[in-house]
């Protein structure tokens, strides 16, 4: 069992991992804190990403398990795909489960495949990021109570955010959702969800945009809003405490959901 | 519950601690070693420090608890205020208790205030380091069963030394102590305390000193010689032997300290 | 109890030793997942390798011990050697044993000289590499449930491999085996185990050498290929899934061979 897509996971699948997320959110720690005991995962980051491997970290060591962190990985000079491989196999022959970040699209499905152990996608260059997808439903799903008929505005650099994609993905395909995709924020319509996202200067956008008191004045006060994370000056600090910021309780959910995952995978 | 700086604890706290500490040194492991399950640290380390951090790691590790080392943080292009101040909210997500050692006096209190999660200073820049501060103290306070009334002479690069700054202040606020600071030792006056560190060269300080025969031959029978570490020419290895030598103690009750500190914190 | 080289061992330290890795193999988890409960390691490494300190990571976590990964020290502008001392002699104040991969032939015999706590040597320079002889070996024995008398050939980069220096050690001074040494293979004599190497084209070595389908097809039947990884092109996929290929095997014996070390010297 991999999760290198989540088109790998049917509503089934997914809503039995809401389901475990769910409980462990809600249980004492002493209840599940046994569950993985023995296991080993492998924090295999071929680029860092402090939130990612530390989440999966404190998943792991919430249900008993251990973590060997791999940070000093880097593609050598060696054929990349064969060195990817004998990495991947040789893990397998330590850990029980594999969370791969790479730095090119397609890495994980290869990895997945010649892995011995069930492989984890943790994101993939520009390709998915699956975990990421899984939070961000949940977060949406606990707060509206369903998925369908939701109005979700994403904002911010669409195009290069591999998080709106896969979220889009799934919006389209299993659910009537609206949606609607807004660069140079000017206005932010009406709607249940706002997907905020970070200009990735790096991969060559401009412009930026920032969240203002007009913005947070018409939005309806049973409304979210939401961020991957890390962000520059789309949302300012003062916007923190309102309510309809979700975008620490976001990123604790993503411990709840990666715990649900391990645990259902393993 | 934080510490950022050594004054955040009056001598009742430090007391304590201490006898903490005085409990872990005599006890069997297993007595404690179940005492932080379930509990994780994060060893935020925006520079890496090797002696600090596993000092840490080994403290939790004994008391049962996990630890998660990010040490490939770096301040990015963005604001750095901004960028530390999520970096500690995300970590609060996942773990019980963030250890810090940043390189900007302030950096600590700036996250201690914003963190969700207790927060301890392992070292600001040329700010404070706390937990080399008790540690200090306890050893001194181990050998004479007092701080007051001693002599302690600081020698070596004393204005650069976050560590002599803070414990000068310890000394002076709270305990009658004479002390004495030199810099190139020609004699070192007779002390309870040799307290030497090393010349920090990386911040513009030029000249060096060694112990020699000489000034060991003149320091009293019952004195002890402390060192932060890591050290240079300061102190020869062929004193290491000697009875007065007390830095590896002082680094063994980091440990004790650090478990003192976890367990009264959590 | 240090090793810091093969021959720190005698005949029946060795075979205590895989009578220990045999058992691990066959038992279940759960009878030796505590043996090791309140044990540190530290895996010093001055130089990455991924596959190394993971493999003695997850022999730890299997027996119930923890982990300080050590990934971030470098030799720094002061002496070597003095600084190689303290920080081992640091380390020994806070784990149970140490685990040191270095850059230079000799340093794990001077820090085993200087620490306080057992030190497996994990590669020093172009020294040894002990552990990475014991998995060799059991990987050899498990086979042919014998050393003595077997035809092994070894190829490839003879003279820059740690690897084969340390085997061809243990196996002359105690066996009395044939081995045949070639650099550019053009045959493959008949043999009992293959031992290829890599071209370590960073220490100078040119040439290049590829398993081919002939040699494959001059191969005895029950003869086995090994190889210490990580490979380049001297052993092409295709093979992985003949069943000579050994050398996933003998990796995953790297695990078991380390966990009896542990609890061997702890």
């Known amino acids: 069992m991999n999760l290198v897509s989540i088109t790998d996971f049917n509503e089934r699948d997914i809503i039995a991992v809401f389901q475990l997320a769910k409980d462990y959110k809600k249980q004492q720690k002493h209840k599940y804190s046994r569950k993985l005991r023995n296991k080993i995962l492998a924090n295999l980051f071929y680029e860092p990403s402090t939130r990612t491997s530390s989440s999966f970290a404190a998943a792991m060591y919430n249900l008993g398990g251990s973590v060997i962190p791999i940070n000093d990985v880097t593609y050598s000079s060696v054929t990349k795909g064969e060195n990817l491989e004998d990495t991947v196999k040789t893990m397998g022959c ?8 790479s730095q090119n699209a397609g890495d994980a499905a290869f990895a997945a495949e010649v892995s011995t152990v069930p492989l984890i996608n943790a994101g993939d260059g520009n390709g998915e990021h699956p975990t990421q997808t899984l939070l961000d439903l949940f977060t949406i799903y606990e707060k509206f109570k369903k998925i369908e008929g939701l109005t979700i505005t994403f904002a911010g650099d669409i195009e290069n955010s591999r998080t709106i994609h896969s979220l889009k993905k799934v919006l389209h395909a299993k659910n009537n959702c609206n949606y609607l995709e807004t660069y140079d924020v000017e206005t932010l319509p009406p709607s249940d969800v706002y997907y905020l996202t970070r200009v990735q200067r790096e991969r060559g956008s401009t412009g930026s945009y920032q969240l203002t008191k007009e913005h947070v004045d018409n939005m309806p006060k049973e ?22 910021a979700h975008y620490f309780e976001q990123m604790q959910n993503g411990l709840w959901i990666r715990m649900a995952l391990l645990s259902w995978i393993l």
């Open 223 to 244: 409304s979210i809003v939401m961020h991957p994370f890390p962000r520059n000056d789309e949302i300012p600090k003062w916007f923190d405490s309102d309510p309809r």
């Open 94 to 101: 330590f850990c029980d489960v594999i969370v791969l970040r």
